[in-house]
């Protein structure tokens, strides 16, 4: 009988056993020895020494340099949230109204893209904003720019394309807050005489604004640890942090000092998501109470 | 006849989605054409077309390679996070016990963890383990990546579903496990085939993570191709990207017949 209730007790733990270890061991382990890594001394001539330091964090902290790479890394990932929820919302809603054929054709062709790899889409985009690429030739005949505008290696390319990457999470999102939407109630509001721009700022919009948040999340942080398209759009004249980890561990080699900062990008990444979680806790509670 | 008129898109609507989907589509259209090019740099437009790029792909045995590692790594990767992923789906979904939660947040990890990050943890891992240029190590840390997805996946099939046919088997005589195989796997099955599935494109087209892992012997497709793309402008990145692309559509295709596109990409139940 004990024997019964114990086996039923240690079947999930049974069961979990597989990917716990795995995790532990390949997730757990690597993750403390980065952290600890980040406290090393690293010395040019000799590599990583055996003693322990704050340096590298003092450095990260107070250096203006890091400052402002996580600055711009910030508002990069910022601007790129706000131009998917600009994009997102009216898409989404277009999306709605679709006849259930269409809705599914141009849900595969506006999510499809997340699985293809960043690095093809990427590629598309460097041909097509290059100094001579059909964007530019296109601005050029519509005589909307005097010379060819350069997108390559700024940051206005990187927030394009970014924003290409990750638009498809905030429609997800959104889409999901709109499946809880009742669709009687914009009705309602709009045969109660409200115009539609009331309509949707009054009753639409509130209904998204979880849906919109928590793809906002999703696409900041996931902008914020892009790397491939900072890479290679925004180069060497546009570092951002995880382009920085890269050439600290595999140009300079001061392994200790890209451990810092990759520690600091994911506490300042879990800080965003718990912080925005809690507001947005915090706002609903105000409105549904 | 006012409802019809908020329930259908006007034409300005009609034309930012046009742009919309134009965006969207126009870096995977352009990739395509291109890499129908005969010049020797990538350029759009261009006059004459020709299928060179395609055959320049047979002459580099290092690319060929590096896409044979990828099908091999993502096939093995896929396979063991079903492996650990299935299992673990069973008993947060079944059983209610301390830390279940704790369980299922730490399984979901790898998904909020910037892959930069993980990068350079498996980078430093590997060179204290002597683990470095192993293909086994890739897999294990490329099976850890994508766990979330088969977890989420199973979990998905695995909730909702009844019992009974699984406790009549059990109550006449079969054991745990021939009811696990006989009844409740081809059950959830579906889900898992899916979730497989999504863990092999993922683990296909990983670059941020694998770049830092990659050695000489162990460089994936992905990896392979952001270096020729980003030092240099080689019109075989783009014949590849297509042949990827095409790829990846095939994919999309049997992930539709086995869950349904929107389940994997919408999260819908």
């Known amino acids: ?289 | 006849m006012s409802n019809k008129r908020i329930d259908q898109n006007g034409p300005i609507a009609l034309a930012f989605h046009v742009l919309l989907t134009v965006f969207i589509l126009a870096p995977l259209v352009v990739v395509v054409v291109a890499s129908f090019s005969d010049k020797d740099f990538i350029s759009m437009p261009f006059d004459g077309a020709s299928l060179r790029w395609y055959r320049e792909i047979l002459d580099a045995p290092e690319l060929i390679s590096a896409f044979w590692l990828s099908i091999r790594l993502a096939f093995a990767s896929a396979t063991l996070a079903a492996v650990v992923a299935v299992p673990a789906a069973l008993a947060i979904a079944r059983h209610r016990f301390v830390g279940r939660d704790a369980v299922m947040a730490f399984l979901m990890s790898p998904m909020m963890i910037p892959h930069v990050v993980l990068g350079v943890a498996f980078l430093r891992f590997f060179s204290i383990m002597g683990w470095t240029g192993s293909f086994f190590a890739m897999v294990l840390v490329h099976a850890l990546i994508v766990v979330p997805f088969s977890l989420r996946l199973t979990l998905a099939a695995v909730i909702g579903l009844e019992r009974d046919a699984e406790n009549a088997a059990r109550s006449l005589g079969a054991s745990r496990f021939v009811a696990f195989r006989r009844i409740l796997l081809p059950l959830i099955m579906p889900g898992v085939a899916g979730g497989w599935v999504l863990c092999f494109i993922q683990s296909f087209d990983e670059v941020t993570m694998t770049i830092f892992v990659a050695t000489p012997g162990t460089t994936t497709l992905p990896v392979a191709l952001y270096h020729r793309i980003a030092f240099l402008s080689d019109p075989v990145t783009t014949s590849v990207s297509t042949v990827m692309i095409v790829g990846t559509v095939v994919f999309m295709f049997a992930l539709d017949r086995i869950v349904g596109l929107d389940k994997v990409l919408i999260g819908k139940k």
Request: hydrophobic share 55%; proline share 5%.
């Open chain 1, 1 to 289: 009988m004990a024997d019964a209730a114990l086996r039923q007790s240690s079947a999930p733990w049974l069961l979990s056993l597989p990917s716990l270890l795995l995790f532990v061991g390949l997730l757990a382990v690597p993750m403390a020895l980065t952290a600890v890594l980040s406290f090393h001394v690293f010395e040019g001539m000799r590599g990583i020494q055996p003693t322990f330091t704050i340096a590298n964090y003092v450095q990260v902290l107070t250096d203006g340099y890091y400052y402002e790479l996580f600055l711009r890394t910030g508002l990069m990932s910022l601007g790129v949230t706000a131009i998917c929820v600009l994009i997102g919302v009216p898409e989404t809603l277009i999306l709605a109204k679709m006849r259930p054929a269409l809705q599914g054709t141009f849900f595969v062709v506006i999510l499809g893209p997340l699985l293809i790899s960043v690095v093809v889409r990427t590629l598309g985009w460097q041909i097509l904003l290059g100094r001579q690429g059909p964007v530019n030739s296109a601005l050029l005949s519509l005589g909307l720019v005097e010379e060819p505008v350069r997108f390559l290696y700024s940051m206005t390319g990187v927030v394009i394309v970014l924003t290409h990457v990750l638009l498809p999470f905030m429609i997800v999102a959104i889409w999901s807050a709109l499946q809880k939407l009742d669709g009687q109630v914009a009705h309602a509001a709009r045969s109660l005489g409200a115009g539609p721009i009331t309509t949707f700022r009054r009753v639409v919009l509130p209904q998204l604004m979880p849906g919109i948040l928590s793809g906002a999340i999703i696409v900041f942080t996931l902008a914020a640890s892009a790397f491939a398209t900072p890479a290679i759009i925004g180069g060497r004249r546009v570092k951002v942090v995880t382009t920085a980890i890269y050439d600290e561990f595999l140009t300079s080699l001061n392994w200790p000092l890209g451990a810092a900062i990759a520690i600091m990008l994911l506490i300042a990444i879990v800080a965003v998501v718990l912080g925005s979680n809690r507001l947005v806790e915090r706002r609903f509670k105000q409105v549904f109470a």
